[in-house]
């Protein structure tokens, strides 16, 4: 069995707000507060550690996206946001601070969990790529110390390039390291070395 997500929900017009949490306890969600602002939301995603948070308003103002973008820099988590009214200008900011689902209008009881869980999949995913992304950069960096490495152990010592990257391994093993980590030193001895 799967754990009820967890919801921080901010709304500050207690009808729409109804609405909302009725969704919410219809799809299984456990709402851990609502909030009537996004100010201190850094702080109150911190104390309560929501699995999501949602938003819904009238129509988010420069300060609650910049608010939401705090919020998912400092503690990434998908946020929902409904809106009665909006703008394309707005919509791009809201996406940019990192809102993982942005719904206009139609706000009713039976669309919660949807646009929820399209929230929570659209922030997995991105995360995912992000992760596989920075991975990715990880490797090239480390491929490049590897290569300069190489480069110096073959200047410095007359050997061919097999003969570096088996010095480089044995170093690795040696050391408990990736190779990249040693290759890495390696580079940094020597520039520090040619002061």
Do not use: C, W
Request: glycine share 4%; charged share 30%.
């Amino acid at each position: 069995m799967t754990k009820a997500l967890s919801v921080l929900l901010i709304d500050d017009n207690p009808a729409r707000a109804e609405i909302v949490e009725a969704g919410l306890r219809a799809a299984g969600y456990r709402l851990l507060a609502r909030l009537e602002g996004t100010q201190d939301l850094t702080a109150r995603v911190r104390e309560l550690e929501p699995d999501v948070v949602v938003v819904s308003t009238d129509s988010p103002s420069r300060d609650a996206i910049e608010d939401m973008r705090r919020s998912t820099e400092q503690q990434p988590r998908p946020i929902a946001l409904f809106v009665d009214r909006s703008d394309p200008a707005t919509i791009a900011a809201a996406m940019e601070a990192g809102v993982s689902a942005y719904v206009v209008k139609g706000l009713s009881e039976d669309r919660v969990r949807p646009v929820v869980d399209v929230a929570v999949g659209h922030f997995n995913r991105y995360h995912a790529m992000r992760e596989e992304l920075e991975r990715a950069r990880l490797t090239l960096l480390e491929r490049k110390s590897i290569d300069r490495a190489k480069g110096l152990l073959m200047e410095q010592n007359g050997l061919t390039e097999e003969a570096a990257y088996k010095l480089l391994r044995k170093l690795a093993m040696d050391q408990n390291k990736r190779i990249g980590e040693v290759a890495q030193d390696l580079v940094t001895y020597a520039k520090v070395l040619k002061k």
